[in-house]
């Protein structure tokens, strides 16, 4: 294939689109291009500075619920909705504006693996930006395990997943309050984040893992550094665990550790991730030889990120269809953005546009996150509202000179004649960048 159809191909699909100038950047070594950003992934976006930390937020929610339902309704409604807007549009500016597009689209990956939802859970409304600040962003590119634990020892996924209020029965503290184990973060780290749900795990493993898990909590409003993460043995269930054939005797906070680090090196996590990389990054249905090659990365390195996605630009089915993906919603507000040069308005509508399009930032309707295949993003009403997007986009946006211009430098060779034509045709320069956002190559990648 072309460098130059390389280079959109590395743009639109391990990018987030292309910006004017940006194939010409980078130009005769797509491969190049993508290794450097995986290599030195660059400090955090500016866009991000300056936003809360989860446990200030944490603190501020705990002091509300302990005066009762009014005052959590009162906070959500004065400072988390405001807080999420903020971390949302944030999140987005982050990607509208990055020069390591890489690093964004791997940080909204992992981010969508492990999900927290503000839908679902109104306890991480304020926190789920903070959560892919604090727990995602700084291991993207680094040790598998490592993600793992600060995902899983991170208070909005310990309030997402209730295991803030799990307790072993058998505990001091579980022979106290009488209540006992929750099962969700055990039950959603094996199918969800690490094995799979055709991973080899029993139910039994589930309520093991939940055991072990006793105790992962985050600190009370009344006791020294409220809102942070802690482990509180009295509420830990005693004794030794069975999960996974393997036996754990009892070791406390040290239980839980052990547990990640064998879910991580477990081929079945090996094979679950490789998949998901592969659909995200070549096709909807995954190549199993591709497969194969990410897992056998993924195992060799010991879940070394960077060494796996090295792994993944080399191979050959990532190159050989240029726009095999349909973008999703985020990737097409993002990407289009991109084209024009930039967003200059202010977060809430930056953040409506993917909440008219079904998939607002940290909403996802089930903990596996917004799907990543083309049958979620093309329905009848989904088409709708995008060409409704694409034209509302188009009549506000800057118009560049020569759309068509535009349209060869954020696209390249992918541009097609037809796409030309129909934009020369256009009655109105809006209209015109219109048909350029509406069209089947800028809308796939």
């Not at 634990?149 to 209730?162: G, I, K, N, Q, R």
């Not at 999960?243 to 754990?248: D, I, N, S, T």
Request: aromatic share 6%.
């Amino acid at each position: 294939m072309a460098a130059a159809a390389e280079a959109a191909i590395a743009a639109g699909r391990f990018g987030l689109g292309a910006r004017p100038g940006e194939l010409a950047r980078i130009g005769r070594d797509p491969r190049g291009w993508i290794l450097d950003q995986i290599r030195r992934p660059g400090p955090p976006p500016a866009a991000l500075a300056g936003l809360p930390a989860s446990q200030a937020v944490t603190e501020q929610l705990m002091a509300a619920r302990q005066g009762g339902p009014k005052e959590v309704k009162k906070l959500v409604r004065e400072k988390l909705r405001e807080i999420y807007i903020a971390e949302a549009g944030a999140r987005l500016r982050a990607a509208i504006d990055s020069d390591r597009p890489v690093v964004e689209r791997l940080v909204h990956f992992w981010s969508n693996h492990f999900t927290v939802s503000v839908r679902q859970k109104v306890a991480v409304l304020g926190i789920a930006g903070a959560f892919e600040r604090e727990a995602i962003r700084p291991h993207v590119l680094g040790s598998f395990e490592d993600l793992l634990v600060a995902v899983v020892s991170h208070p909005a996924m310990l309030l997402y997943l209730d295991n803030a209020q799990s307790i072993g029965p058998n505990s001091r503290a579980g022979q106290r309050a009488k209540r006992g184990i929750n099962e969700n973060l055990a039950r959603e780290l094996m199918e969800l984040h690490t094995l799979g749900v055709d991973g080899g795990y029993s139910q039994a493993d589930v309520t093991e893992l939940a055991k072990i898990l006793t105790g992962w909590s985050v600190v009370p409003k009344r006791q020294p550094d409220p809102g942070a993460f802690r482990f509180f043995q009295p509420a830990h269930e005693p004794g030794p665990k069975m999960l996974l054939g393997l036996r754990y005797e009892e070791g406390g906070q040290q239980e839980g550790l052990a547990a990640l680090h064998a879910l991580s090196v477990d081929p079945a996590t090996a094979r679950f991730v490789a998949t998901k990389l592969a659909r995200h990054f070549i096709a909807d249905t995954p190549p199993p030889d591709a497969v194969q090659r990410l897992a056998k990365s993924f195992r060799e390195s010991r879940g070394d990120l960077a060494a796996v996605m090295a792994t993944l630009i080399s191979l050959p089915q990532v190159w050989a269809d240029p726009l095999p993906k349909i973008k999703s919603p985020s990737d097409l507000v993002i990407s289009s953005l991109r084209a024009c040069g930039g967003y200059q308005g202010a977060d809430k509508p930056l953040v409506g546009s993917l909440m008219a399009l079904d998939q607002p930032p940290f909403q996802a309707l089930q903990p596996s996150g917004f799907a990543d295949q083309a049958s979620a993003w093309i329905g009848p009403e989904s088409l709708v509202r995008r060409i409704e997007w694409v034209q509302a986009a188009a009549a506000r946006l800057p118009v560049p000179d020569d759309i068509v211009a535009r349209g060869e430098d954020v696209l390249g060779p992918l541009l097609t004649a037809d796409t030309k034509t129909a934009i020369r045709r256009a009655p109105s320069p809006a209209e015109g960048l219109a048909m350029l956002l509406a069209s089947p190559e800028f809308q796939r990648r």
